[in-house]
Structures are given as structure tokens and as C-alpha cells.
Nanobody, 128 residues
Framework: QLQLVESGGGLVQPGGSLRLSCAASGFNLDYYGIGWFRQAPGREREGVSCISSSGDTTNYADSVKGRFTISRDSAKNTVYLQMNSLKPEDTAHYYC?????????????????????WGKGALVTVSS
């Protein structure tokens, strides 16, 4: 059974950090681009970041550039999203998904319409 499982969410104060993990079971993540998107109540789904299967290409939403870093660990079949300097507006459910990560300003549209699998999400709450 092909499955993606997100973990690492929680409650953090503004300015704090969290690292989300996206672990795969039933398939090898090395063959897939992986992306993170988030959705908060009353807001549209937002692409946060993606990384290509080779790891050579990464993209970030303007709202998280310089604060979030995406990476992958082949040995652990896991992709990470390191989130630093968190803000209240980062509060959302975060999901990882497989898809095609290509470099460019339109990366989210390309990734979104090619998504194959996604997990159930992890809740991140940034509040004092």
C-alpha cells in the first residue's frame, strides 16, 4: 500500500522552529518529486515548497523564502521541511505530496496538477 505520512507538527511560539517529516511506505521516494502545501481555515491551498527527485531543483513560496528549507534523505526514504522564524500566518495543516517539481515562478501550478499521492497532513500552530 502506497502511503505518505507527515509528522513533526505541533504548537510553537512566533519566532520558533519546527521540522516536518514526510515518510513514504510502499514505494521509493527517490523516483518522485516531493512538495509541501498547506491549508488554513478560510484560506486557499498554498504551495509551500517542492524538491525534484534528484534534489537539484527546489522551489519556495515567496511567503516562506529564507525561512523554510526542503531536503530529502534517501536512506530514510523521507523528505523534510525545516521551518524557522515561524509566524502566526504559517498556522495551517501541512501536507506532503508526490509530483513534478520544475524550476520557475509557476512551479506550484505544475506541481499541483501532477500530484499523485498525498498524506493526511500535520497541524502546525504558531501562537503565543
Amino acid at each position: 500500500q502506497l502511503q505518505l505520512v507527515e509528522s513533526g507538527g505541533g504548537l510553537v511560539q512566533p519566532g520558533g522552529s519546527l521540522r516536518l517529516s514526510c515518510a513514504a511506505s510502499g514505494f521509493n521516494l527517490d523516483y518522485y518529486g516531493i512538495g509541501w502545501f498547506r491549508q488554513a481555515p478560510g484560506r486557499e491551498r498554498e504551495g509551500v515548497s517542492c524538491i525534484s527527485s534528484s534534489g537539484d531543483t527546489t522551489n519556495y513560496a515567496d511567503s516562506v523564502k529564507g525561512r523554510f528549507t526542503i531536503s530529502r534523505d534517501s536512506a530514510k526514504n523521507t523528505v523534510y521541511l525545516q521551518m524557522n522564524s515561524l509566524k502566526p500566518e504559517d498556522t495551517a495543516h501541512y501536507y506532503c505530496a508526490t509530483g513534478r517539481c520544475v524550476y520557475g515562478s509557476n512551479w506550484w501550478n505544475s506541481f499541483y496538477y501532477g500530484m499523485d499521492y498525498w498524506g493526511k497532513g500535520a497541524l502546525v500552530t504558531v501562537s503565543s
